[in-house]
């Protein structure tokens, strides 16, 4: 079992340049990792280095960077040969959502690697059980759910399968700490995970109310980017329940939970976008309207305010503030 954790002697590979690949790509490199980039498909060999130095500019005006952009990208290989992953401590498969395409990966990874080799999914809702299960010596495989853009986000969710190794994932939640990772360390494969779980809660309560009482979008997104968002980020929502006080909990709750939705309906909305191909601002039809350009606005406005929340965040970790709470003698 590899136990080392110093990013600058361990080489990671990264399958899938897509989104999420190219972006876990630059949050490895900047954390000092040399990096091998396998480009599954011709598309990703085209646009992958273009796309690497767009991101990692963005790091370095961000000022995240430790040295320069070119000293990243120097560290960064392209290549369509699965055989260059041969001395990687881990390997991170993130190509699409499809469990024969991933299964195949497996395959070419596995073939290319020694067992000691970690093996992670990046996948958002496939069990990790049934990934594992294509990969022989599948104590090593366990998914690492990484968010976009993953080179400034501080979420990391690792979830093992039946068959992982503990210590296998441990070792990974101790190295996340030098990607700046806020980890969450998820020891049972639960459908979802945690993060997904919530969301798809709270989007089937917001579409529920929208359906049944004509709320508007607008009006809905609004509560959670006014209210929830104010918060969210510095404190979660358990602890923002003892910040405010738990008194009223019992009798809000037992008058509010018979109203809430507990459908396993896909909603009625989300059924009449997704049959005419509405992929948002995929294909720029979505649950809201979008004109030509509106999709690359969106885009940049949320790369910089991203950029904002990453640095506020630093100003704000927990430690800092049990710090200061102990200080203060609470
Ligand atoms: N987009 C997100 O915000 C997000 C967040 C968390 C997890 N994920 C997960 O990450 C993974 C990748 O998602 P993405 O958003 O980067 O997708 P994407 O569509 O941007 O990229 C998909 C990549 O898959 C690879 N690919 C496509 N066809 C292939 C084939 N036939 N054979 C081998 N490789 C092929 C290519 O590298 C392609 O670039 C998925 O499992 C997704 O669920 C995505």
């Known amino acids: ?41 011709k598309q990703d060999l085209e ?39 041969c001395d990687c401590a881990i390997v991170f498969e993130c190509v699409v959502e499809d469990l024969e395409i991933k299964k195949r990966v497996y395959q070419n990874i596995q073939q290319s690697v020694p067992v000691t080799t970690i093996i992670a999914s990046n996948t958002s809702a496939l069990p990790i059980s049934l990934l594992q299960s294509f990969v022989k010596n599948p104590e090593r495989f366990l998914g690492i759910h ?12 690792i979830t093992c399968g039946d068959l992982t190794k503990k210590e296998n994932a441990e070792w990974v939640y101790k190295l996340a700490h030098c990607w700046k990772k806020e980890p969450t360390l998820l020891a049972k494969d639960i459908r979802g995970f945690i993060t997904n779980r919530l969301m798809y809660a709270l989007y089937r309560e917001a579409l529920h109310l929208s359906e049944s009482t004509g709320i508007s979008l ?42 809430l939705s507990n459908s396993n309906q896909i909603p009625k909305t989300m059924q009449e976008v997704l049959i005419k191909d509405f992929r948002g601002t995929k294909n720029g039809k979505g649950l809201y309207e979008y004109q030509d350009g509106d999709a690359q606005k969106w885009e940049h406005s949320f790369s910089q305010y991203n950029k904002d929340i ?21």
């Not at 999420?20 to 990792?33: E, K, W």
């Not at 990484?146 to 969710?157: G, H, I, K, T, V």
């Not at 609004?222 to 009223?248: E, V």
């Open 47 to 85: 646009y992958a280095h273009n796309y690497l130095s767009e991101e990692i500019s963005h790091c370095a005006s961000a000022g995240i960077l430790v040295q320069s952009p070119e000293y990243y990208l120097s560290r960064i290989t392209i290549s369509e040969d699965y055989a260059d992953l």
């Open 146 to 157: 990484w968010a976009e853009p993953a080179y400034m986000s501080r979420f990391l969710e």
């Open 218 to 259: 607008q009006d809905l997104d609004k509560c959670l980017k006014y209210d929830a968002g104010s918060w969210m980020t510095f404190m979660g929502i358990l602890r923002r329940m003892d910040f405010y006080g738990l008194n009223d909990y019992y009798t809000i709750a037992k008058n509010l939970f018979p109203k």
């Open 1 to 41: 079992m590899i136990t080392n954790t110093e990013p600058g002697k361990l080489r990671i590979g990264v399958v899938g340049l897509g989104l999420m690949g190219s972006s876990i790509v630059v949050a490895l490199a900047i954390s000092d990792h040399p990096i091998i980039a396998i480009a599954p498909i």
């Open 310 to 330: 990453y640095l506020l965040a630093d100003d704000f970790p927990y430690g800092v503030i049990q710090k200061h709470l102990d200080d203060n003698g609470f």
